[in-house]
């Protein structure tokens, strides 16, 4: 049994690890917009409150790059093999449903780990960021267990999305999101009002917590965070079971 | 026992009446062919002995048992109507999967045998022509070693010599003493392979038999005017219904 999950993690690994358009999407990019943002200031501050850019946006792309990988391998891969009849034969299967999703949990885990190691290397290396082994880990720990809401997120979308519509359905989530959380740029430079929308987002949460960590200034307790992301979690769990139970009855009932 | 079975099985999206009291069984060893046109119902009866979809009202059984149960998952395999599957794995890859979902499954090399693709097991599945997909789709059904297989409308659009080569697997499966129900719109596709041709017509079974019994039927020479001369007798009825 346990060889089924194990396979099937590998399987998918291997697929996503082959497709150009997501290694480019996933990795390439937050590392490129750490280079041209991140390391090009280098260790200047956008503002004396604010730590040097390149530490900064190491905790802010570490969160972009991580809701990538999720987003694109729960919502662009659900809804392309729901849309295009791949899942209906494993569901015909005797594979264990449950299988099919850790795997892609599993994989998120796996990119989100190698995006954010070639991250903090760039950080470490170019960056000249400078930190104790115990706050890089926290930093890690914090951004991989930050992509669980983003895989519920994501499951939505491939509950809802077709499979030619799905990509740029978590476009258009994924990059405004991000921007609106202060990913891209330091929160304390968008307008006002974006500033005060931001706790809608579970993004802009993920991005506090991560800040939080590398001591830089953060608004609210590291633990409302935490509580948040956990709520977003349910929420958009809640949401994708709905979803999914609705489109089954339509396509499958 | 028959190894599948449906009993008065009607099925209903929303106000279309996809099938309309089917009543079809299937022996052991026995290829049956359900034959009809787009749209008759074919897909939504393989569907419901997949367990993908439930009947709304009549009952479905494979093996006796419920058709989304484990003891049937385990024993059946299906070749679906699948647009695309993921393209950046390898042959091999696909097959060792799927074969590790069942408790026991043939040997690899005996998998890519009985599917006709040795030679190519290490190439990546979106690099494979159009038969080849379909046979690696055929390997995927097999793999499990299963006792019954569903193989729905399995060679279209594939050209005649690839067509040829799946049925040579189909047959071979057969000859094993496994059983098969296969949905076509191909004629000459239910005579080669079927021992039992069913017709299915807007969502009812409108003749049964054997392929030389239903030729009879049209009083014809072939089997095409056999099929024509059944589905204009069976029209006055769909409208009485309609």
């Known amino acids: 049994?346990?060889?089924?999950?194990?396979?099937?993690?590998?399987?998918?690994?291997?697929?996503?690890?082959?497709?150009?358009?997501?290694?480019?999407?996933?990795?390439?990019?937050?590392?490129?917009?750490?280079?041209?943002?991140?390391?090009?200031?280098?260790?200047?501050?956008?503002?004396?409150?604010?730590?040097?850019?390149?530490?900064?946006?190491?905790?802010?792309?570490?969160?972009?790059?991580?809701?990538?990988?999720?987003?694109?391998?729960?919502?662009?891969?659900?809804?392309?093999?729901?849309?295009?009849?791949?899942?209906?034969?494993?569901?015909?299967?005797?594979?264990?449903?449950?299988?099919?999703?850790?795997?892609?949990?599993?994989?998120?885990?796996?990119?989100?780990?190698?995006?954010?190691?070639?991250?903090?290397?760039?950080?470490?290396?170019?960056?000249?960021?400078?930190?104790?082994?115990?706050?890089?880990?926290?930093?890690?720990?914090?951004?991989?267990?930050?992509?669980?809401?983003?895989?519920?997120?994501?499951?939505?979308?491939?509950?809802?999305?077709?499979?030619?519509?799905?990509?740029?359905?978590?476009?258009?989530?994924?990059?405004?999101?991000?921007?609106?959380?202060?990913?891209?740029?330091?929160?304390?430079?968008?307008?006002?009002?974006?500033?005060?929308?931001?706790?809608?987002?579970?993004?802009?949460?993920?991005?506090?917590?991560?800040?939080?960590?590398?001591?830089?200034?953060?608004?609210?307790?590291?633990?409302?965070?935490?509580?948040?992301l956990a709520g977003f979690t349910c929420l958009f769990a809640g949401i994708a079971w709905f979803a999914n139970s609705r489109e089954s009855e339509k396509m499958y009932g | 026992m028959p190894v599948a079975e449906l009993q008065y099985v009607t099925k209903n999206y929303g106000p279309v009446r996809a099938l309309q009291g089917i009543s079809l069984a299937i022996e052991p060893g026995e290829i049956v062919a359900l034959l009809g046109p787009n749209g008759a119902g074919k897909t939504t009866a393989v569907r419901i002995l997949l367990g993908l979809a439930e009947p709304t009202t009549g009952r479905a059984a494979v093996f006796g048992h419920h058709p989304a149960s484990q003891f049937a998952r385990v024993r059946r395999g299906a070749v679906l109507q699948v647009a695309k599957v993921p393209e950046t794995l390898r042959v091999r890859e696909h097959i060792e999967l799927f074969s590790a979902y069942y408790p026991s499954p043939l040997p690899l090399a005996q998998t890519i045998q009985a599917a006709g693709l040795k030679g190519i097991e290490n190439r990546l599945f979106g690099e494979l022509s159009g038969g080849q997909k379909q046979r690696v789709l055929f390997a995927l059904a097999i793999c499990g070693n299963p006792q019954l297989l569903f193989l729905d409308e399995p060679t279209v659009g594939l050209d005649v010599e690839a067509r040829r080569g799946l049925w040579r697997g189909i047959r071979a499966f057969a000859a094993r003493g496994g059983s098969v129900l296969l949905t076509t719109h191909y004629l000459e596709e239910a005579d080669a392979l079927a021992s039992r041709i069913a017709v299915i017509a807007q969502g009812r079974i409108v003749a049964q038999g054997s392929p030389a019994e239903i030729k009879q039927r049209g009083s014809a020479a072939g089997l095409e005017d056999a099929f024509l001369a059944i589905m204009n007798e069976s029209e006055p009825s769909l409208e009485e219904v309609l």
């Open chain 1, 1 to 228: 049994m346990s060889r089924i999950y194990f396979l099937e993690a590998k399987t998918e690994f291997l697929k996503l690890m082959r497709m150009r358009a997501y290694v480019v999407f996933t990795i390439l990019f937050p590392l490129m917009f750490y280079c041209f943002f991140g390391l090009a200031m280098g260790t200047q501050s956008a503002n004396p409150s604010l730590p040097p850019m390149a530490r900064y946006l190491l905790a802010t792309y570490g969160a972009f790059a991580v809701m990538g990988v999720t987003l694109y391998a729960f919502g662009v891969g659900v809804a392309v093999e729901r849309g295009l009849g791949w899942l209906q034969l494993k569901r015909a299967s005797p594979m264990p449903p449950a299988a099919y999703f850790f795997a892609k949990f599993a994989v998120s885990l796996a990119f989100s780990a190698i995006v954010l190691a070639l991250l903090f290397g760039l950080g470490a290396v170019f960056g000249g960021v400078r930190m104790p082994v115990s706050q890089w880990l926290a930093l890690y720990g914090t951004l991989m267990a930050g992509g669980t809401p983003f895989c519920a997120l994501g499951l939505i979308i491939g509950s809802l999305a077709g499979p030619n519509s799905a990509s740029p359905a978590v476009n258009l989530i994924y990059m405004p999101m991000s921007i609106c959380s202060g990913l891209w740029v330091p929160l304390q430079f968008l307008p006002r009002i974006m500033q005060n929308a931001a706790p809608l987002l579970p993004s802009y949460h993920l991005a506090q917590l991560a800040l939080a960590v590398l001591h830089a200034p953060t608004q609210g307790a590291a633990l409302e965070h935490v509580q948040a």
